[in-house]
């Protein structure tokens, strides 16, 4: 009798992964640093961190839809249509933000809701449903804002929606929070290993979980350290961190989870195996509905008002920032932690080329060849180990 | 019989990491012979199978390969297959959408100018299929055969490229008895064409009937070769396992009848797909304790029957279903189990397993909820109780975090059995539950099956396999053209009048 000999199923697979995305992350930082010494400046890493917050963010929301083998390519219209819905609804309605945000966030569910309900019962492909909403979405969108520009604020005074991306965690309070998350992190890591001891479950060498835990903090406290050089941690690093969180929680502890991968892996098997499939698939879409109205939020209030070109080809950024993370368009695939990463050379690929000032025609090649690359390396590297 | 080997291998050997798959195997085949492989799963058959076929090309063994007095390196299948080597192999490798005709031609497709030659393309296939007497027009669509038709049509596209030497990898899984006789007749042809044949098969009274030879491979190592004829089904066994298996089924035991938990009456179905009707008046029950046997040839529906009652296949026409007393008709896979009744598939691949995800996590799938109280899943309880039921099946795998593709045919039936379990249902559907497995496994199985009456659920186990559906049924019900044709209580077993009854007499 050979049960496992070795560390969770999931860890393994990100080791696998995780060799290429942080050489290939080095390789842009290193290029961009040398380029531009502002690259590495606490206000660029700063900003940074906010476009990071808001592609990483769509890109977890993306996995999702991803690993149970459909697509989302209305995303971007999506951020669009719902940062412009909530800017109207403060502007020209004079809502309370927070009132305005819930309602579109509302909405963002319901559409990704009926996409989803549309894909199961109809059996028309995800490709399909969501080019139709990428189309129909970024004509609500126009029709919404009135192909004009909608600022997030009613008046002067800044409000929760503004906030999302101008709101940073005072230094002292970022200290006291990071200790803890510290001591979370701890506590949950050693109970979790003192059950798993206790019933005969393989766990990994103290070292590696010492070393794990110090690694995570202090990555942690670095970011937090350099945010605080400028103007602290942004309100949206802390979203991100909440999505990212709840949904790596979701896709490895939940049955709703498991089924993700299963109906990724074989649908039919997975239906066969009493899978609810058709639940599954549209409670991941309502999911994805509520992750692309928070990513439109957070994407208009950095820009400062929607505008018709808000979201344009970010579905496609997040898909990018999936599969560059190792996770398999045919499904079954995938980890947060893997898309959190994809974000980041998305993100930073981005933020470097502005700095440069790098022409948009060359920022698009540029960041296709990278795409196409990076998949390219991971595949490598995966078949070399 | 003194001719020289047309194939011979030298001690080859073959890793998978520290595990030796393949441990100085020595093996040799003559011309015009049929020389059967015989050994449990993972004994090495198919490893070696891959050496000759060149999937695993020449350096990634020790050893030599000879092929007509020459040593061969293979670098992949292409150049085996030049070298006169085609093999059929056990999964079936026909693509659904095409034609047999398409099929047959795949890769060199007669043409006239730059367009493909259609006529010459089908006259091609159908004087293929006619040299096998494979009676299909070669312009039917391989997605609406029958698994044994497409088998025989992979023996004849294997034939068509003459080769010297042709493998056969378990061919006779899933035919008819019929389909079986005609195979066994075409292998017994290939001797007067002077083809030497590798004969892979678990079926041992079929490897007695055809071979010359029968070599036996244990756990790597070629155990013993020896002339057919003087080599008894029981002394092949004993090899095989390295033990002596006195009887492959467990004893009977008198069953209690408990109460009744699933009837149909008179159910008539067709395929949601095609409106082929499948199903046309079917009528029987099962109670609590007993084993059900339901036994038919290819294509009397007896697999529908499952998969209708499990909610996976067409609609009901005409007809109940009645599951614990209670009309059932609304039927899916999740009600299905909600209500007790889990199916464990014959189809493995399509139905049965997530390929690439681990054992442990294939083996959860059916019963996450049990061990997710409050909605997270407790990983100790589900590792516990998934260790518990691998080790109750006894189930070989280097570990429970290989992805299930990597399995053998065995292992991948306990693991969809294992994972059927799980579910604890009360009504058990087992189809084909011993398809492509080996001796030692099947007698596991056949005791699971016996436990499971005796805890007092109700069995339900669909065979080709006559011998297999006496040895287990406490009643059998034989089934001729998607109707019941007749039922049989135990002692009154005849495999002459079941034969009678599939052939709908």
């Known amino acids: 009798m050979n049960i496992p000999i070795d560390a969770d199923y999931e860890n393994r697979r990100v080791s696998l992964q995780s060799l290429a995305m942080p050489l290939i992350l080095a390789g842009v930082w290193t290029f961009f640093a040398f380029a531009n010494p502002q690259f590495l400046s606490p206000r660029n890493l700063s900003m940074l961190m906010i476009e990071l917050s808001v592609t990483a963010t769509l890109a977890i929301g993306m996995l999702l839809i991803i690993v149970c083998g459909h697509i989302d390519l209305s995303a971007g219209s999506g951020v669009g249509l719902l940062g412009g819905i909530a800017a109207v609804l403060v502007f020209h309605t004079h809502l309370p933000s927070p009132a305005a945000l819930g309602l579109a966030l509302l909405v963002g569910i319901a559409l990704w809701g009926l996409m989803g309900l549309a894909i199961v019962r109809l059996k028309i492909q995800a490709f399909i449903i969501t080019l139709g909403g990428l189309l129909i979405f970024k004509g609500l969108f126009w029709l919404v804002i009135r192909s004009s520009t909608v600022p997030v604020m009613g008046g002067e005074q800044a409000n929760l929606y503004s906030l999302l991306t101008t709101w940073y965690v005072p230094e002292r309070a970022s ?95 997975a239906l066969a195996c009493g899978v609810p499939v058709s639940r599954t698939v549209i409670t991941a879409f309502s999911i994805m509905g509520a992750v692309v109205a928070l990513t439109g939020f957070m994407q208009t209030a950095y820009a400062g008002a929607s505008t018709t070109t808000v979201g344009d080809l970010m579905e496609l950024d997040a898909i990018a920032a999936c599969v560059i993370g190792g996770a398999s368009l045919k499904g079954g695939r995938g980890t947060v932690l893997g898309a959190l990463m994809g974000g980041l050379i998305m993100a930073s690929l981005l933020n470097g080329m502005t700095l440069l000032a790098v022409a948009p025609e060359i920022k698009l090649i540029i960041r296709g060849t990278v795409l196409v690359v990076a998949v390219l390396l991971d595949v490598r590297f995966r078949q070399g180990s | 019989m003194t001719q020289a080997p047309v194939l011979s291998t030298e001690k080859i050997t073959k890793r998978f990491g520290n595990v030796a798959a393949l441990n100085q195997v020595s093996f040799d085949v003559r011309p015009g012979e049929v020389h059967a492989l015989c050994g449990e799963n993972g004994a090495g058959k198919s490893t070696l199978m891959k050496v000759l076929s060149g999937q695993h090309p020449y350096g990634s063994y020790d050893g030599v390969v000879h092929v007509g007095g020459k040593v061969a390196r293979f670098r992949d299948v292409r150049d085996s297959e030049s070298k006169g080597i085609a093999i059929v192999h056990q999964e079936l490798s026909l693509i659904d959408s095409l034609t047999v005709a398409e099929n047959i031609a795949l890769g060199k497709f007669p043409r006239r100018g730059w367009r493909i030659d259609w006529p010459a393309t089908n006259a091609m296939a159908a004087r293929t299929l006619s040299r096998s007497q494979v009676k299909i027009s070669p312009e039917t669509m391989v997605s609406n055969l029958g698994v044994g038709q497409q088998q025989l049509i992979e023996f004849a596209r294997a034939l068509a490229k003459h080769p010297r030497i042709l493998i056969l990898d378990e061919p006779s899984a899933a035919l008819t008895s019929e389909e079986i006789h005609t195979l066994l007749e075409e292998v017994r042809n290939l001797r007067t064409q002077n083809v030497a044949c590798i004969y892979i098969s678990h079926k041992l009274d079929e490897v007695k009937k055809v071979a010359d030879r029968i070599t036996v491979l244990r756990d790597g190592s070629s155990v013993t070769t020896r002339a057919a004829n003087s080599f008894p089904i029981a002394e092949i066994i004993k090899h095989m396992v390295g033990r002596e298996i006195k009887d492959v089924y467990p004893a009977r035991e008198e069953s209690k009848q408990g109460t009744r938990l699933l009837e149909v009456r008179d159910l008539h179905a067709e395929s949601s797909l095609d409106h082929h009707v499948a199903l046309k008046g079917i009528s029987l029950s099962v109670q609590a304790g007993e084993v059900l046997g339901i036994g038919g040839l290819m294509g009397a529906g007896r697999s529908e029957l499952l998969m209708h009652l499990y909610g996976i296949w067409g609609c009901t026409t005409q007809g109940q279903v009645i599951v614990d007393g209670a009309p059932y008709s609304e039927r899916t896979p999740s009600e299905s189990i909600r209500r007790g009744m889990m199916l464990v598939t014959e189809n493995r691949k399509r139905f049965g397993l997530v390929p690439r995800e681990s054992v442990h996590r294939n083996l959860s799938l059916s019963s996450l909820p049990a061990v997710a109280p409050r909605g997270k899943i407790d990983a100790v309880a589900e590792r516990t109780r998934n260790g518990a039921m691998l080790k109750k099946l006894h189930f070989r795998a280097l570990s429970s975090e290989s992805e299930a593709r990597q399995l053998s045919g065995g292992n991948q039936q306990k693991l969809v059995l294992g994972r059927g379990l799980l579910a604890d249902p009360r009504i058990v559907l087992l189809d084909e539950p011993t398809r492509g497995v080996d001796v030692g496994a099947r007698r596991e199985i056949y005791e699971e099956i016996k436990r499971l009456a005796k805890e007092g659920r109700a069995v339900v186990v669909v065979s080709s396999e006559l011998p297999e559906l006496i040895g287990v049924s406490d009643r059998i019900v034989m089934m001729n053209e998607g109707r019941t044709t007749g039922s049989f209580t135990a002692g009154e077993f005849h495999q002459d009048q079941l034969m009678a009854a599939a052939l709908g007499k």
């Open chain 1, 175 to 269: 200290f006291s929070g990071l200790a803890v998350v510290a001591a979370v992190i701890t506590w949950v890591t050693l109970k979790d290993r003192g059950i798993r001891k206790a019933s005969g479950l393989p766990v990994d060498s103290t070292e590696l979980v010492v070393l794990k835990t110090l690694v995570t903090i202090q990555t942690l406290l670095l970011a937090i350290l350099i945010c605080n050089l400028y103007r602290g941690l942004p309100l949206s690093f802390l979203i991100l961190c909440a999505v990212g969180l709840t949904v790596d929680f979701v896709v490895r502890h939940t049955p709703f989870g498991r089924y993700l991968y299963a109906i990724g892996g074989n649908e039919e098997a």
